[in-house]
Nanobody, 117 residues
Framework: VQLVESGGGLVQPGGSLRLSCAAS????????MGWYRQAPGKQRELVAT???????AYVNSVRGRFTISRDNAKNTIYLQMNSLKPEDTAVYYC????????????WGQGTQVTVSS
């Protein structure tokens, strides 16, 4: 499965961005998809996930500001990011996990999000 992110960029604090992740396969066949981020000098962290049953989960620091969603017809997931803060600055990666007797994991190449005035 190939995952391609888009939508990153530079935004002022308090602004919004929407990230997209297009998959090369039917995302309904992928058990869980999500977004991770990695800031300079820090470990990659989970931001949000969505299952193929539309169950969502968020890290505490983004809950209420970010929304993950999926469009099965477009084989795409999204991350709507509102009220952005400088500490949200990171490279954001799309992730997919599929279970077929064992877990298979897929990653996109990442998209830079910079929150700065």
């Amino acid at each position: 499965v190939q995952l391609v992110e888009s939508g990153g960029g530079l935004v002022q604090p308090g602004g919004s961005l929407r990230l997209s992740c297009a998959a090369s396969e039917i995302i309904a066949s992928i058990d869980t998809m999500g977004w991770y981020r990695q800031a300079p000098g820090k470990q990659r962290e989970l931001v949000a996930t969505i299952t193929n049953g539309d169950k969502t989960a968020y890290v505490n620091s983004v809950r209420g500001r970010f929304t993950i969603s999926r469009d099965n017809a477009k084989n795409t997931i999204y991350l709507q990011m509102n009220s952005l803060k400088p500490e949200d600055t990171a490279v954001y990666y799309c992730n997919g996990r599929r279970y077929r007797a064992t877990w298979y994991e897929y990653w996109g190449q990442g998209t830079q999000v910079t929150v700065s005035s």
